[in-house]
């Protein structure tokens, strides 16, 4: 069975850091891009960060100098450490599959391009 499992969320103070652990299982993730993507209550899905299947990565301007994306792919997972966090960082955060283009050596943070989602994880920035 396939499945993505996103974990590390919580409640952080403003200033504060995270890490999100997204780990595959049934599936190995060193052919896909993976990315992830932040849904904030009442606005649109936002992508976030991609890593390519040879670790080129690519950030929206709103996380840059701030998240960083990486890949283990003998432990099958994908992380996103988040520094500095803020309160607009406030959401639920989902990792995703490009498996369209498996092998291909590109990323993008558009949403479209992930056809595999896990079920998120809730960050919450708040003093």
């Known amino acids: 069975q396939l499945q993505f499992v996103e974990s590390g969320g919580g409640l952080v103070q403003p200033g504060g850091s995270l890490r999100l652990s997204c780990a595959a299982s049934?599936?190995?993730?060193?052919?896909?891009?993976i990315g992830w993507f932040r849904q904030a209550p009442g606005k649109e899905t936002e992508g976030l960060s991609c890593?390519?299947?040879?670790?080129?990565?690519y950030y929206a301007d709103s996380v840059k100098g701030r998240f960083t994306i990486s890949r283990d792919n003998a432990k099958n997972t994908v992380y996103l450490q988040m520094n500095n966090l803020k309160p607009e960082d406030t959401g639920r955060y989902f990792c995703?599959?490009?498996?369209?283009?498996?092998?291909?050596?590109?990323?993008?943070?558009?949403?479209?391009?992930?056809?595999?989602w896990g079920q998120g994880t809730q960050v919450t920035v708040s003093s």
């Open positions: 995703a599959a490009d498996r369209r283009r498996a092998d291909q050596a590109i990323c993008a943070i558009r949403s479209a391009w992930y056809d595999y």
């Open positions: 049934g599936f190995s993730l060193n052919y896909y891009a």
């Open positions: 890593v390519s299947i040879t670790g080129d990565t």
